[in-house]
């Protein structure tokens, strides 16, 4: 009951509820075939936004870093997952051990890059930080475009330009992409791997570290002149962010038959930043919602395809413009105010 | 010879690239913010050419003039419609609304002029210039003359006239400027103009030297540019200069030399070794932090 009390823990305790029970709910209805084949089909790509808005959350909204390239975390998830189910697949039988190995690979790489790209990002500040990760997330694209490799008994066999004579069969063929050998994820895997992610996020949220990240987000200076140590604490949330990222690369790649890098392009990254501006900087709950409808709206508007991108274009600056206008806040406020009023008035009438 | 051609064609990539930077320095530096649309405006300029070309049969210089106008217009009316009422909003919201600005471009585009590819006619008319076994096309010439003409033009706007000291102004202190009776509103807008007006400029450049034109044929140049705009020192417009020029012979030498489908990441390495070395860019101006 100490948790209840506490109105932060109460409210993630709400959400993670929440989050469980409408993830059930949709768990059940798929098995029992109730959903429509497109919208089960959305489901693990769905589960993949999630994880991939909330581990961005934790850069741009708790760390308050703009990153322009967390697709390429994403990318090397998927990548080290299909490398590592494609030369794991004889030694683990179980599809669903194979897929928790293939899903730690992809994370601790993902997290080892993480690092190696914070060193220099994390020295930079605001705008200059973000075209660096936008660089970085470019560079991680473009040289999985060109590398190749392939399996045969001896191991794996990688080489960096086209023609290259590799023993064995091709596992990442360049530009072609990677071919997955069996489709790995599934809904509950995703589910799970959606909580567990958002366990992680709020106790590091509300940990000394978190307290630590968020001092330095609200005031660098001041937050060093207490003796924290900035460069630290934010590549702690950073190699976070990026091992949660290529999780959600690898849950993503073993949805389908082949992935190819260029879907791992600057155009994801920025659906993934529209969500979580969207959801609400630093909201876990409003970046769930906003990677669950910005996922879904363009499945919906499939009737009008070929105004689809259009409306969702214009949807996303209307809300921009409506959430900075000042009068629809107030009038936002008020409105709360009043339905609350309304409840009030019917608690006190029952009563 | 080789080498001196790969030099010629970087120059004039990058003169390209340093035109489009124009257009992100002289927003971010009065505006404060990232007008990621902006390479969307180069792909409305190019297709307004190909279209006044072809199907209004006007010679390539008043197609030129007619994209320039329409973009200048489509320049202030985002301005004014998309970023305007987001003026007092924070940085990342106006971001965003950029990005939303630039899907939209996109799409209308695919809407008007479907995904087909098209191929822009050239709108330089001369040939080639040989020098022994030198080949200068006629788009490098005139690219870099293009631009060498806009920077001097650009630079004596800004420090001879009225409305170019009104830019700077505003760039410096904003406060400060509107007390001084300076129209930061019109400021802002005519920032607006020249940018996409020069975007313009850059898109009818950019597809008469790769002349594909597609909706999305304006997001890797934008990109690029914005790059060049960084490494220069973005605000700057020197910088811009030297960041473009170095962007483009820099890509041309590494397809060149190195790797034909590295050239993007080596573009891009650069940039992290630059800035980590002058994390303001190369011309970029040093900000203290006042405590």
């Known amino acids: 009951m100490r948790l209840w009390k506490s109105k932060t823990s109460r409210q993630n305790i709400i959400t993670l509820a929440a989050v469980i029970i409408v993830f059930s709910a949709v768990f059940f209805m798929n098995q029992g075939g109730m959903l429509s084949s497109s919208l089960s089909g959305q489901l693990v790509p769905i589960?993949?936004?999630?994880?991939?808005?909330?581990?961005?959350?934790?850069?741009?909204?708790?760390?308050?870093?703009?990153?322009?390239?967390?697709?390429?975390?994403?990318?090397?998830?998927?990548?080290?997952g299909v490398l590592a189910v494609t030369s794991l697949g004889q030694a683990i039988g179980n599809p669903?051990?194979?897929?928790?190995?293939?899903?730690?690979?992809?994370?601790?790489?993902?997290?080892?890059?993480?690092?190696?790209?914070?060193?220099?990002?994390?020295?930079?500040?605001?705008?200059?930080?973000?075209?660096?990760?936008?660089?970085?997330?470019?560079?991680?694209?473009?040289?999985?475009n060109c590398l190749y490799v392939t399996i045969d008994p001896d191991g794996l066999h990688a080489a960096m330009f086209s023609g290259a004579k590799l023993p064995g069969k091709f596992i990442i063929n360049g530009p072609q992409g990677a071919t997955v050998p069996e489709k790995l994820s599934n809904f509950g895997i995703g589910f799970v791997l959606v909580i567990i992610v958002m366990l992680i996020i709020m106790n590091f949220v509300h940990s000394k570290e978190g307290r630590a990240i968020k001092a330095i987000r609200d005031n660098p200076i001041a937050a060093e002149s207490v003796g924290l140590n900035i460069t630290s604490y934010k590549m702690k949330a950073f190699?976070?962010?990026?091992?949660?990222?290529?999780?959600?690369?690898?849950?993503?790649?073993?949805?389908?038959?082949?992935?190819?890098?260029?879907?791992?392009?600057?155009?994801?990254?920025?659906?993934?930043?529209?969500?979580?501006?969207?959801?609400?900087?630093?909201?876990?709950?409003?970046?769930?919602?906003?990677?669950?409808?910005?996922?879904?709206?363009?499945?919906?508007?499939r009737g009008f395809d070929d105004y689809r991108m259009l409306i969702y274009a214009i949807v996303l600056i209307l809300v921009m413009i409506l959430n900075s206008n000042q009068r629809f806040l107030q009038f936002k406020i008020t409105l709360k105010k009043k339905i609350t009023a309304m409840f009030r008035k019917k608690e006190a009438a029952k009563k | 010879m080789a080498f001196l051609s790969n030099f010629i064609n970087g120059l004039s990539l990058g003169s390209i690239y340093a035109i489009i930077a124009l257009g992100y320095t002289m927003v971010y530096g009065i505006a404060k913010m990232l007008n990621f649309a902006h390479g969307d405006v180069i792909m409305v300029g190019a297709y307004v050419s190909f279209v006044s070309i072809y199907s209004l049969g006007t010679p390539p210089i008043l197609a030129l003039l007619i994209s320039m106008c329409v973009c200048t217009v489509l320049g202030v009316v985002i301005e004014r419609l998309a970023y305007r009422p987001l003026r007092s909003a924070a940085s990342l919201a106006v971001l965003i609304t950029a990005i939303g600005v630039s899907y939209l471009l996109q799409n209308v585009a695919l809407l008007i002029w479907t995904s087909n590819t098209k191929v822009f006619p050239s709108i330089v008319s001369f040939g080639s210039l040989h020098i022994g076994s030198l080949t200068i096309t006629g788009e490098t010439i005139v690219s870099i003359i293009t631009c060498v003409v806009i920077m001097i033009?650009?630079?004596?706007?800004?420090?001879?006239?009225?409305?170019?000291?009104?830019?700077?102004?505003?760039?410096?202190?904003r406060q400060a400027a509107e007390l001084m009776g300076i129209s930061v509103n019109k400021t802002i807008s005519v920032t607006f103009a020249i940018g996409s007006a020069l975007a313009a400029v850059a898109g009818v450049l950019y597809c008469s030297m790769y002349p594909v034109l597609v909706p999305t044929t304006g997001s890797i140049p934008g990109i690029k540019a914005f790059t060049a705009a960084v490494l220069g020192g973005i605000g700057s417009i020197p910088g811009t200069l030297v960041g473009g020029l170095l962007l483009g012979i820099i890509e041309i030498f590494s397809r060149a030399y190195i790797s034909q489908d590295l050239s993007d990441a080596i573009v891009f390495a650069v940039l992290i070794i630059i800035l980590l070395v002058k994390p303001n860019g190369l011309l970029g101006k040093k900000v203290t932090e006042k405590v």
Request: hydrophobic fraction near 60%.
């Open chain 1, 47 to 80: 589960c993949v936004y999630i994880i991939m808005a909330l581990s961005l959350n934790l850069t741009v909204g708790i760390l308050g870093e703009l990153s322009l390239g967390h697709a390429g975390f994403m990318s090397i998830g998927a990548f080290s």
């Open chain 1, 96 to 144: 669903l051990l194979l897929m928790i190995a293939a899903i730690l690979i992809g994370g601790v790489l993902a997290a080892i890059f993480g690092f190696l790209i914070g060193i220099p990002v994390l020295r930079l500040r605001g705008d200059y930080l973000a075209i660096v990760t936008l660089a970085f997330g470019e560079i991680i694209k473009n040289v999985l």
């Open chain 1, 239 to 301: 190699v976070i962010s990026a091992a949660m990222a290529g999780m959600a690369g690898v849950l993503f790649a073993m949805n389908y038959s082949a992935i190819e890098a260029k879907k791992f392009n600057f155009n994801t990254s920025i659906s993934v930043l529209v969500m979580v501006v969207l959801g609400g900087m630093g909201s876990l709950r409003g970046s769930i919602v906003a990677a669950i409808v910005l996922t879904i709206l363009p499945e919906l508007l």
């Open chain 2, 153 to 173: 033009g650009l630079t004596l706007f800004t420090t001879k006239a009225k409305t170019g000291k009104a830019m700077r102004a505003v760039s410096e202190n």
